[in-house]
């Protein structure tokens, strides 16, 4: 049997993404965390809070705004990409070698602006993808926790099918079991942690950690 992989990313820098790390922590579950310098839609944790958790998570450039690279020009999406990088690399003092694509949007033009920076790989917001990708500056993802409209969980995994709610545990099961049975690789990504840190919501997220750690094994 080919070995399977799990792996987690975690989007935006928003504060209660500490509080995420502290259950994948729990769990003994490795993690990417995607960060921005700034965001106008919310706030971003400082940097002495990415300082922290740069030391037990590997932390990923997100560009310095924010913003789609496909809305700004070349030259404005080269500065997003170089400075992101740049920024991070001095505030944790080591280099950052993964990139996410802001909103998942990207073209052939910004992912060879994202190669030239000298980023490894980026990561998308392709969804229903279980399998390792043939263009490193295109991976996609599984699942996605948040609850996106029918629409967007309606497009067709040819190896799993249609997906289910992201945010549901029944989802984390069936995508889960699915892609580990038809694949290598099972990619769960989360953004908009604020959504994730009270309430059901919180137990939710242990529920799939449980999930998750049972097929690590």
């Not at 080269?78 to 740049?86: A, P, Q």
């Not at 892609?179 to 908009?192: D, E, K, L, W």
């Not at 604020?194 to 799939?208: K, L, Y």
């Amino acid at each position: 049997m080919k070995p399977s992989y799990v792996t987690f990313s975690v989007d935006d820098g928003h504060p209660t993404d500490l509080t995420t790390a502290e259950l994948l922590q729990k769990y003994e579950l490795k993690a990417t965390f995607y960060i921005p310098l700034r965001n106008a839609e919310r706030c971003v944790m400082s940097g002495s809070q990415i300082q922290q958790l740069g030391r037990q998570f590997e932390i990923g450039a997100h560009t310095v705004n924010h913003v789609a690279l496909t809305s700004l020009n070349k030259e404005q999406a080269w500065s997003e990409v170089k400075d992101g990088k740049i920024w991070l690399e001095n505030l944790l003092g080591n280099e950052v070698v993964s990139f996410c694509y802001p909103r998942g949007k990207f073209s052939a033009t910004t992912a060879a602006l994202v190669r030239k920076a000298g980023f490894l790989g980026a990561r998308t917001c392709l969804f229903n993808l279980v399998e390792f990708p043939g263009d490193p500056f295109c991976w996609g993802v599984s699942t996605h926790a948040y609850n996106h409209s029918p629409a967007v969980y309606g497009t067709i995994s040819p190896r799993m099918g249609p997906q289910r709610s992201g945010a549901s545990i029944s989802s984390v099961r069936w995508t889960t079991s699915n892609s580990m049975a038809v694949s290598r690789i099972f990619t769960y990504t989360a953004g908009r942690s604020t959504a994730w840190a009270s309430g059901t919501n919180w137990s939710r997220c242990s529920n799939w950690s449980l999930i998750v750690n049972h097929w690590r094994g």
